[in-house]
């Protein structure tokens, strides 16, 4: 298993539909029209996603630490 970080707004959007889990918000679009910054990841077995994450991040750039505002996918 490898932890990647997800640039591709198309793969995380299909991955999260084809989720039980997944929901409008953990998609690109949602998170685009949040006023923060966030970072999407992917826990990976052989180059293939089996979980993810969203990580938000505050105006420093350091992870919101609250879990209200956690996903995992």
Not at 27 to 55: C, G, H, M, Q, R
Request: glycine share 2%; aromatic share 10%.
């Amino acid at each position: 298993m490898e932890l990647n970080k997800c640039k591709d707004n198309k793969i995380w959007d299909d991955f999260v539909l084809s989720s039980q889990q997944g929901s409008v918000f953990c998609k690109t679009d949602f998170l685009n029209s949040l006023d923060v910054d966030y970072e999407l990841w992917f826990v990976e077995k052989k180059a293939v996603p089996k979980a993810a994450v969203i990580i938000l991040k505050d105006s420093k750039g350091r992870p919101i630490d609250n879990h209200t505002h956690s996903h995992l996918i």
